[in-house]
Nanobody, 116 residues
Framework: QVLLVESGGGLAQAGGSLRLSCAAS????????MGWYRQSPGKQRELVAT???????NYADSVKGRFTISRDNAKDTLYLQMSSLKPEDTAVYFC??????????WGQGTQVTVSS
């Protein structure tokens, strides 16, 4: 079992920055890759970015060049540095971990609100 706890959300102005963190605990050695997803009211949860153990990253087109995902394997912590924030980035952001045994784990989510 893997437990994920996000932190770092909050309120930012358009053009500003926020950094999200996701601390993983439990059987973290089973984690193959991790990612950030977000969900706005009335919309489906969507991919923001993913990163595997080797550091290979993948980003949604909407955040490329503005967001950076990183991972500290020694600390079992995932980060999302968000810059040049836009009001449309407002959402609940979820941390996700995918295991080698094809299980998916989710954090409880952290709210990010960007004001114009």
């Amino acid at each position: 079992q893997v437990l994920l706890v996000e932190s770092g959300g909050g309120l930012a102005q358009a053009g500003g920055s926020l950094r999200l963190s996701c601390a993983a605990s439990g059987s973290t050695s089973v984690i193959k890759h991790m990612g950030w997803y977000r969900q706005s009211p009335g919309k489906q949860r969507e991919l923001v970015a993913t990163i595997n153990r080797s550091g290979t990253t993948n980003y949604a087109d909407s955040v490329k060049g503005r967001f950076t995902i990183s991972r500290d394997n020694a600390k079992d912590t995932l980060y999302l540095q968000m810059s040049s924030l836009k009001p449309e980035d407002t959402a609940v952001y979820f941390c996700e971990a995918y295991s080698y045994s094809r299980n998916t784990y989710w954090g409880q989510g952290t709210q990010v609100t960007v004001s114009s």
